[in-house]
C-alpha cells in the first residue's frame, strides 16, 4: 500500500530565511508526487508535481522540490520564505498509470512564519 | 473556468438528520474524488468516479455514506443518518484521466460539517 510520512508537523521559520518541508513516500512503483498548499478556510492548491525527468522541478510561488529515488524522498524547499506562505503543506503520491489519481496524502506540515 | 464548486461551504446540522454535499467539477474533467479532512485522520479519500461511474468506494466509512454522480457535472455525496464523528471538512476534486503532465487534481474550496 502507498503512504506518504510528513514527520515535521510544525515548522516555525523567520521570514526572509530557508525552509526547507521534509516527505518520504512508500510506494510500489513509479509514483507521481505532489505538493499541495491549504491556507486557512481555503481548498488545496497545487504547488508543484514530479512525473519523471528532471528529478528538481519548479512551482508556483518560487517552491521547489527533489525527487531522490534512493531516499524515498520529495522534499520541498523554499530559499527566502515570505509571510504569506504561512499554510498547511501537504505531500501526496498517486499512482503513475492513469495519472494523479487517487491520491494518498501525508498528515501536513503547519508552517508558521514569524516576522 | 471558474474551479471545483461545492455547496455548501459550512453546514451545521442535528445529529440523526440528513445530509447531502454537492459537487460541479471543472467542465471536461473524467475524474470526481471526494475527500474527507479530519484532525484526527488528515486527507482520506473516500470514493472517486470516472466518467460518472464509481470506481473505488473503499474509503467510504460505512453505509451511512453514500455518493452519486447522475451526470459529467454533478456530484452529491449524502450522509444518513449524521452523527456528530462525521463532523470534517469535505473535499471534491476533479481531474483529467490519463497519465502526462496535465494530470493533476483540482479542489474545491471544501464543505465544513458540523454534526451536533
Known amino acids: 500500500a502507498q503512504s506518504v510520512t510528513q514527520p515535521d508537523i510544525h515548522i516555525t521559520v523567520s521570514e526572509g530565511a530557508s525552509l526547507e518541508l521534509r516527505c518520504n513516500y512508500s510506494y510500489g512503483a513509479t509514483p507521481y508526487l505532489f505538493w499541495y498548499v491549504q491556507s486557512p478556510g481555503q481548498g488545496l492548491q497545487l504547488l508543484l508535481k514530479?512525473?519523471?525527468?528532471?528529478?528538481l522541478v519548479q512551482g508556483i510561488k518560487g517552491f521547489e522540490a527533489e525527487f531522490k529515488r534512493s531516499q524515498s524522498s520529495f522534499n520541498l524547499r523554499k530559499p527566502s520564505v515570505h509571510w504569506s506562505d504561512a499554510a498547511e503543506y501537504f505531500c501526496a503520491v498517486g499512482p503513475f498509470t492513469g495519472g494523479g489519481n487517487k491520491l494518498t496524502f501525508g498528515t501536513g506540515t503547519q508552517l508558521k512564519v514569524e516576522l | 473556468d471558474a474551479g471545483v464548486i461545492q455547496s455548501p461551504r459550512h453546514e451545521v446540522t442535528e445529529m440523526g438528520q440528513e445530509v447531502t454535499l454537492r459537487c460541479k467539477p471543472i467542465?471536461?474533467?473524467?475524474?470526481l474524488f471526494w475527500y474527507r479532512q479530519t484532525m484526527m485522520r488528515g486527507l482520506e479519500l473516500l470514493i472517486y468516479f470516472n466518467n460518472n461511474v464509481p470506481i473505488d468506494d473503499s474509503g467510504m466509512p460505512e453505509d451511512r455514506f453514500s455518493a452519486k454522480m447522475p451526470n459529467a457535472s454533478f456530484s452529491t455525496l449524502k450522509i444518513q443518518p449524521s452523527e456528530p464523528r462525521d463532523s470534517a471538512v469535505y473535499f471534491c476534486?476533479?481531474?483529467?484521466?490519463?497519465?502526462?503532465?496535465?494530470?493533476?487534481?483540482?479542489f474545491g474550496q471544501g464543505t465544513r460539517l458540523t454534526v451536533v
Open positions: 476534486a476533479s481531474s483529467l484521466v490519463g497519465a502526462g503532465s496535465n494530470t493533476e487534481a483540482f
Open positions: 467542465s471536461g474533467h473524467d475524474y
Open positions: 514530479y512525473f519523471s525527468g528532471d528529478t
